[in-house]
């Protein structure tokens, strides 16, 4: 009728080597990362040699163009550089005398026109 302890304990044995690695080794399948993709094969020769060709004229052709794009930025910003080492107090005196210059052109205009109305 029951079952002894020994028969108990290898039954138990057998049920966890069944579901571990049993016939289809399901456990496993579930319970494990899968296996890597194959790696790409190769690429043909041809295509190897025209990639290599693309690259060593993209070095030819873009580097140089663009160290010239970061010459002329650097020719472009160095005035506004210099501009900014203007004392501003000098800057100030230039803005003033230029005010003063554009009010005495504007009242002379405006003392013609004056002029002109009144006749």
């Given at each position: 009728?029951?079952?002894t302890s020994l028969e108990f304990e290898q039954n138990a044995l057998n049920r966890f080597n069944m579901m571990?690695?049993?016939p289809d080794g399901f456990y496993w399948r579930r319970h494990q990362s899968p296996?890597?993709?194959p790696p790409p094969p190769p690429p043909p020769f041809g295509a190897w040699s025209l990639r290599h060709e693309k690259s060593t004229?993209?070095?030819k052709s873009v580097i140089p163009c663009?160290?010239?794009k970061l010459k002329a930025q650097k020719e472009i910003m160095t005035p506004k550089i210099s501009m900014a080492r203007v004392s501003p107090l000098?800057?100030?005196q230039d803005s003033v005398m230029?005010?003063?210059q554009e009010e005495a052109r504007n009242s002379a205009w405006f003392q013609k026109f004056k002029l002109l109305s009144q006749t």
């Open positions: 009728m029951g079952s571990s690695n049993g296996p890597p993709p004229f993209l070095k663009w160290k010239g000098s800057w100030l230029k005010n003063q």
